[in-house]
């Protein structure tokens, strides 16, 4: 256990890179696994849209194609050449969108070679559409091509075309079929759009029951942390209750361990105990023996033996709070104490004017009762030797960070110590001034009872001209 030579204020703990990392992804476990899980199922249900769509697309521009090419094998089996060259037939291709006028669904019949005349077209097509060269789009091996137009209105079209020989002279025509491109194109954008909601809602859902379950299962932890808090403020002795497979490992060490800082804390005061009777019997014959001897050497002897036992009395003490220090938590309201203190020593000292005051909040301290008792009776014991007239006492938390401390500054209108003399105020036996009763133990007690619980010490000059004491502690939130 490390110690401060010096008592002093508690220091800044070095926080930075803590700080950092706490503001760069939240401490929460819970919040954690949520968020990974959102992340996966956003991305899941990303790659899943993308998927579908791009099936769907390359499935409907098949179909599309499909349609078209199957139309304009139907256009040509529907049409004819007559004798004198005319082009003949009344293709009826069973789509009603080539005869609903400017539909974007169109189909041409027109002259491809010598001996041929006349033009057949739907009467969806009420103007000419054009297309481009055979250079700019060549036929295939099949005398077949496609290609995209602008259609009557804008629209983008999609266009099948071949040329086909109609009969024994090689009289021949060129068959176009022109499907709505843009209404495709439409089909897929609704189809997208109701499958982004679709998805969306699942994933909402699925998100929300993730997080439930998640939460749900992290259950167990909080009771195990409810436990704890429970053992911390006393009011349980182990950590009681059925926990999953899991958690039950660390339940059963977090027990083993509390019962065994138990077993220490009862063997450190057993022994403690154990010291402090086997020196009772030889302080106290020395005491006798010195007060029967009488004289200067009687006296010599009896000061000695007294103070060797408040020397006892001060280091069984020390090792009392050290053992348990770390293992057992105590619970000690602090307002009572301290106006429980101040009540009996403003009874003792009728001519000192005591102030005290205290917070809004309780504040609990996380220590023994008897500890904290020591401590403000000797510093108030001192304020009010060195005080002329007024003492004030007062007790709150520190503000900042570190939000689980909390202060008591006492201060008094004596003549205070020199702040090069602070220090040696603090060594045991040291006595500033010979004058006032005491054996310079007080301030040393204090401060190591300070240092043990983690605390700190200031010996300051107070507003009112004389000492001011402020120590810090730390409580039990």
């Known amino acids: ?38 992340l996966w199922a956003i991305l899941t249900l990303v790659v ?28 040509i089996g529907s049409v004819g050449v007559s004798e004198s060259g005319q082009l003949t037939g009344a293709p009826d291709l069973g789509d009603l969108r080539f005869s609903e006028p400017n539909s974007g669904w169109y189909w041409t019949v027109e002259p491809a070679s010598e001996g041929v005349h006349g033009e057949l ?22 005398f077949q091509r496609s290609y995209g137009t602008e259609g009557i209105h804008g629209e983008e079209l999609e266009v099948f075309e071949s040329e086909f020989v109609l009969d024994a002279k090689n009289r021949a025509a060129r068959f176009r079929v022109m499907g709505n491109q843009t209404e495709l194109e439409q089909e897929i954008a609704s189809f997208q759009r109701r499958l982004l909601t679709y998805l969306s809602l699942f994933g909402v859902g699925m998100i929300a029951i993730n997080a439930f379950a998640i939460l749900i299962g992290l259950q167990p932890l909080r009771r195990v942390r409810n436990a704890l808090a429970m053992v911390r403020e006393g009011t349980a002795q182990r950590l009681d209750g059925s926990f999953p497979a899991e958690i039950e490992p660390l339940a059963n060490e977090t027990n083993a361990l509390i019962e065994n800082n138990k077993r220490i804390v009862e063997r450190s005061r057993t022994q403690v105990g154990n010291l402090a009777h086997s020196l009772k019997t030889p302080l106290a ?17 009896t000061e000695q033996a007294a103070s060797m036992q408040k020397q006892v009395d001060h280091y069984l003490q020390r090792a009392r709070v050290a053992a348990q220090r770390d293992s057992v938590v105590y619970r000690t309201p602090v307002a009572p104490l301290v106006q429980r203190i101040v009540r009996v020593l403003q009874k ?17 301290f996380g220590g023994e009762r008897e500890d904290l008792e020591e401590l403000l009776g000797n510093l108030l014991d001192n304020a009010m030797k060195w005080a002329k007239g007024a003492v004030t ?10 939000t689980n401390l909390f202060e008591i500054a006492i201060e008094d209108d004596g003549p205070g110590i020199p702040e090069d003399k602070a220090r040696e105020a603090l060594k045991r036996g040291r006595r500033l001034d010979e004058t006032k009763p005491g054996t310079g133990l007080g301030l040393a007690i204090v401060a190591d009872l300070v240092n043990e619980y983690g605390g700190g010490l200031a010996l300051e000059r107070s507003a009112m001209g004389g000492l001011k004491a402020a120590v810090r502690l730390r409580s039990l939130q």
Do not use: C
């Not at 220091?11 to 803590?18: D, E, G, I, Q, R």
């Not at 003792?348 to 609990?364: G, H, S, W």
């Open 348 to 364: 003792l000292n009728p001519r000192t004017t005591l102030t005290l005051t205290l917070p809004a909040t309780d504040i609990i």
């Open 48 to 75: 899943i849209f993308t998927l579908i769509t791009t099936l769907y697309r390359q499935a409907s521009e098949r179909g599309f194609d499909s349609l078209l090419s199957a139309h304009l094998f139907n256009l």
């Open 285 to 301: 014959v020395l005491l006798n023996e010195g007060r029967a001897l009488g004289g200067a050497k009687g006296q010599l002897i």
């Open 121 to 142: 077209h739907s009467s969806s097509m009420t103007k000419a559409i054009l297309s481009p060269s055979v250079a700019e789009v060549p036929f295939n091996s099949s």
């Open 1 to 38: 256990m490390s110690r401060r030579r010096n008592a002093e204020p508690l220091p800044a703990k070095p926080a930075v890179s803590k700080t950092l990392s706490a503001r760069s992804w939240p401490r929460s476990l819970a919040f954690r696994v949520i968020a990974f899980s959102t």
């Open 393 to 402: 006492v007062t007790l709150a938390p520190v503000p900042g960070k570190d």
